[in-house]
């Protein structure tokens, strides 16, 4: 678990003036994130708000519609009774039937709401708390962060009494949560789907969370025109707030006396909560879960078995023996010896041949005869294009003297 | 917080979680890979190092910031040291050369973690190389300006 079990109170004038140095974090801030527990609980609470609405019960049902039955060549589906229209002999009542009922038409007893275990709902809500002042968390689910001075950050009094909007936007622009609000602001857009005609044409994002204690703060009026913002009261803390769509890590900002009262609304690890009648915060399953430190402990170190050596067979490439020279000495140590017997066996084999020398005569000779005969072939091959020349001219010659002649 | 846990809550929906065709990225600043796994996601440690491109100035020499994720004591931002500081990281602007910058990065990594230390050296070194280019117009710009 984090140990960060102090935190410092700012002063609302001033980001940089701290009014309380050290003051102890509440024990919920320590309880295990769950988000298997917060994401049941959500699904379910995020039901509660809706409200009922159905069908007309008479929707497509208002005819005195009936089958014809068989032997007259169409479906068995009832069909609207009577003449004189179009509408006379269409198909009615089935959910296929174009005007027809719809299948199992949505009734207003349907069961909007969902009941969860307090217990639940507690832990859960205890879980979202503790997730708002892990920061990695709170940058996760998307808050411009960067620019707030302490996670989680509390402020002092003094800002439940601001009635000016003004007031609660340089207060927002001191502690760095602008940031957030802007991004509100700018990425508001148009909602996708019917429901922007029916009341809900925006998507807005979620800001911080404005978190005060006492009961006739004016804080609610400067902070609520401020877009993204949320304003609330310890004693009513939701989850659809604290962690809104199930995802955990909302940007709070807490009051001092705010903050001072979570000890006694979830209780300590010590004693169980005083206004949550019998509820004691969750236990964590494991004290320390970092997984790294355990391993690398002196206690889990010293027990292990030192690390295998690994061996790789075939670290370097292998080369064939039969062909590269060097491995095969390698492994037979006696086959370059083999090798230059080989060598002066071939020299002694060789020993009494002359060399053959080139007969430089037989050369001369057999050139003259190539020139000879290829010469004859040229004279014969311009002879005959010579030839075909001559008839050509003749030819031609014969055609001219022809015409001319004509 | 332990990293384990936590990237069990963020693994599945984060807000710089980005997933298209088929792919599981990350917009994470400390993530100098750009794919979301759990060694390679910074945000949730408390001794990464982000790489990240900044808008240049003109004339500014360098365009890279290094920001340090980092896990005080009372998570607290230390509004008194001079690099910009926030609750979850310090932010270096790397003026004294890129050398300097991957001594920063060694340092913080040591002998262990070579994946990560190799992805920031890479991604510093990509960044110099785009800024380089930049530079070069930049200066070209500037004397064609003066003819």
Known sequence: MTSVPLVSVFSADDSTKVTAKHIPLPAVFQTPIRPDIVSFVHTNIAKNRRQAHAVNPQAGMQHSAESWGTGRAVARIPRVSGSGTHRSGQAAFGNQCRKGRMSLPIKVWRRWHRRVNIKQKRHAAASAVAATGIVPLVLARGHRISQVPQIPLVVEDKIESYEKTTDALNFLKRFGAFEDVQKVVSTKVVRAGISKQRGKKYRVRKGPLVVYFNENAKLLKAFRNVPGVEVVNVTRLNLLQLAPGGQLGRFVIWTQSAFAHLDKLFGTYRYASVLKDGYQLLRPLLTNPDLARIINSNQVQEKVQPAKTTTVLHEVQKKNPLRNTKAMDRLNPYARKQRAAAIAAIKANTKGTKKIKKNKALKKASRAAFNKVSAALNDATNAAVQEEQDIKVKYFSVQKGAAQAE | ?147
């Not at chain 2, 002998?111 to 200066?139: D, F, P």
């Open chain 2, 1 to 147: 917080m332990s990293q384990q846990v936590l990237w069990e809550v963020v693994k599945g929906n984060n807000a710089f979680l980005v997933k298209r065709n088929g792919l599981t990225l990350s917009t994470d600043p400390f993530n100098n890979t750009g794919v979301q796994t759990y060694s390679s996601t910074g945000f949730i440690t408390n001794n990464a190092i982000g790489v990240v491109p900044t808008q240049a100035k003109v004339n500014q020499i360098n365009n890279v910031n290094l920001v340090t994720r980092k896990s005080t004591k009372f998570q607290q931002a230390d509004r008194k040291t001079k690099n910009t500081q926030s609750v979850y990281a310090s932010t270096l602007s790397v003026k004294h050369g890129i050398h300097t910058a991957s001594r920063v990065i060694r340092k913080r990594f040591g002998t262990r973690r070579l994946g990560l230390q190799k992805a920031a050296l890479r991604k510093l070194v990509n960044l110099n190389r785009a800024n380089a280019v930049r530079r070069r117009n930049e200066i070209a710009a500037t004397k064609a300006q003066k003819k």
